[in-house]
């Protein structure tokens, strides 16, 4: 909307026609600037075009830094990715890998790939290999795409699949060989074209896990292309092979990661400022993720796959009278391999020692300060400041506690 026209007048005449005492009129509220993120939910379609003509990612396969993904393209990837967790595990087996396709464009701007929407596609896949093939979900992909040329701006440009394995010390966004030559394959076909062509690997059980989304974005080196020696995707070196085969599969030399991030309108995110200052606050304290049955199986799952990587790994733990514990070296399996299997164990029972013992001080925080405490016996509610400490350093004795010492379910925090 244009801004009205003031027109000046100067000398008497303007001093005569205006009134003796202007009462003073309150001040209009400040306009809110535009946010950075607020532009990325418009483009200027000619623009669009000129760079699509352009296609300046055809001379480098690492011309796109980063992949921006709005919140709803994000939870739908979620909600499809835990659905095939579900669905794997409802009928006795394995969590199924699911995929779906991508909307959105190319920022050339901020050399970034922008994903508005997603869409989830009726195919299921076996571990580390998904495909869409079948002639009734290419039919419904020609359909799909049909519908949205009507209806949206945005093409399809890029697709995304799951990888719902265990809980590791470290991510499972990653290609593998099948994932790669699918992401080669829709590069050769779209990048010509003006449609850089993108994938994302989801790791549900890990965003479940942590609490938060667990995306990878990538995209694959054309066969001329000779990466640096020794350079993983997300551009670090790392010389030891064993490391760069467990992060990022066979094919670590083959692809590059771009970074993710989200955006929001700033509508958005001022009713989301609202609605935790007002409401989500309270389910920090309502919920206790501990005793959840879910959190608790998991727990227990994780307490297995441990027990077999340490068999796995030569070292066998036996627990003895008097609580002490003694590690049995490594026999056969000894060397560079079983020190990296057994690293990788320390590292996986550490994350969940540091979950347990953050879990444990939250719930110690909420005693001290709402005066309950474990047996239900009222306690002299401590200051926020108060509470803090005492929960670190009951975290602390517990984390300190010896392996075969029996500690309480809830801990105690004395009164202030």
């Not at 474990?374 to 602390?396: D, E, L, N, V, Y």
Request: proline fraction near 7%; hydrophobic fraction near 40%.
């Amino acid at each position: 909307m244009s801004a009205p026209n003031v027109i000046a007048g100067g000398g008497a005449a303007a001093a005569a026609a205006a009134p003796e005492v202007q009462p003073e009129q309150p001040l209009a509220p400040p306009a809110v600037p535009a946010s950075s993120s607020d532009s990325l939910y418009s483009f200027d379609e000619e623009s669009l075009r000129k760079v699509r003509e352009a296609k300046p990612w055809a001379t480098d396969p690492k011309y796109f830094k980063k992949v921006k993904i709005s919140p709803s393209a994000a939870m739908k990837m979620l909600m499809h990715a835990n659905s095939g967790v579900e669905k794997g595990i409802k009928k006795g087996g394995k969590p199924v890998e699911i995929m779906g396709l991508l909307l959105g464009r190319p920022d050339m701007e901020a050399r970034s790939l922008v994903v508005t929407d997603v869409f989830p596609l009726p195919i299921e896949g076996a571990e580390t290999r998904v495909l869409a093939d079948d002639a009734e979900v290419t039919n419904y992909m020609i359909e799909l795409g049909e519908s949205l040329e009507s209806t949206r701006k945005e093409r399809f440009m890029g697709w995304y699949h799951s990888h719902p394995f265990e809980v590791e010390a470290h991510s499972h966004c990653f290609l593998s060989s099948t994932d790669l030559s699918t992401q080669l394959s829709w590069q050769r076909a779209e990048d010509p074209h003006g449609n850089p062509w993108l994938a994302i690997v989801v790791d549900p059980l890990r965003s479940l896990a942590k609490g938060r989304p667990e995306f990878g974005a990538f995209r694959a080196y054309p066969p001329e292309y000779a990466a640096p020696p020794n350079e993983t995707p997300d551009g670090k070196v790392v010389m030891d092979d064993t490391q760069r085969v467990e992060r990022w599969g066979t094919c670590w030399d083959r692809y590059c990661a771009l970074e993710v991030e989200y955006f929001m309108s700033s509508l958005a995110s001022t009713v989301m400022g609202t609605l935790t200052e007002n409401f989500l606050w309270m389910r920090a304290l309502s919920s206790t993720p501990l005793l959840e049955r879910e959190n608790q199986e998991r727990v227990c799952e994780s307490m297995a796959v441990l027990g077999d990587k340490l068999k796995q790994a030569g070292t066998t733990f036996t627990f003895r009278a008097g609580h002490t514990m003694d590690a049995n070296a490594v026999g056969k399996a000894g060397g560079k391999d079983s020190d990296s299997a057994l690293q990788k164990t320390t590292d996986m029972s550490a994350d969940l020692a540091v979950e347990h013992c953050i879990e444990q001080s939250s719930q110690a925080i909420k005693a001290a300060i709402f005066g309950h405490s474990a047996h239900g016996i009222a306690a002299t509610p401590m200051s926020p400041t108060a509470a803090a400490a005492a929960a670190a350093a009951a975290a602390a004795k517990a984390a300190a506690a010896s392996p075969g010492e029996q500690l309480p379910q809830a801990m105690e925090v004395a009164p202030a």
